[in-house]
Nanobody
């Protein structure tokens, strides 16, 4: 089992940047594919980005490509989401997720395939 704690959210003006962090407990971080999702008020949770166990394969939802970057540091048991050129429509609670996978290069972009979730961190982008 793994526990996930997100941090780095906050209030930022449009065009600004934030870096979200997700710290994972335990020594099995490298066995998990990781992902970020977000949920805006009144909307369903949506996929944002994913990264494989190896860290070499990534995937993004179309509307964040070129603006967001997912990465992971196995030495720190942490996955990051660097968010640049933020827009008001990026306002949401951002969640980190971990999914057990044998394959080092597999990515997960469906929420029901993740095993563990963090509590979320609020990101608010003002216009």
């Amino acid at each position: 089992q793994v526990q996930l704690v997100e941090s780095g959210g906050g209030l930022v003006q449009a065009g600004g940047s934030l870096r979200l962090s997700c710290a994972a407990s335990g020594r099995t971080f490298s066995t998990y594919a990781m992902g970020w999702f977000r949920q805006a008020p009144g909307k369903e949770r949506q996929f944002v980005a994913a990264i494989s166990r190896s860290g070499t394969i990534t995937d993004y939802v179309s509307f964040v490509k070129g603006r967001f970057t997912i990465s992971r540091d196995s030495g720190k048991n942490t996955v990051y989401l660097q968010m640049n050129s933020l827009k008001p429509e990026d306002t949401a609670v951002y969640y980190c997720a971990a999914g057990l996978r044998d394959n080092h290069y597999y990515i997960i972009n469906k929420s029901d395939e993740y095993n563990f979730w963090g509590q979320g961190t609020q990101v608010t982008v003002s216009s």
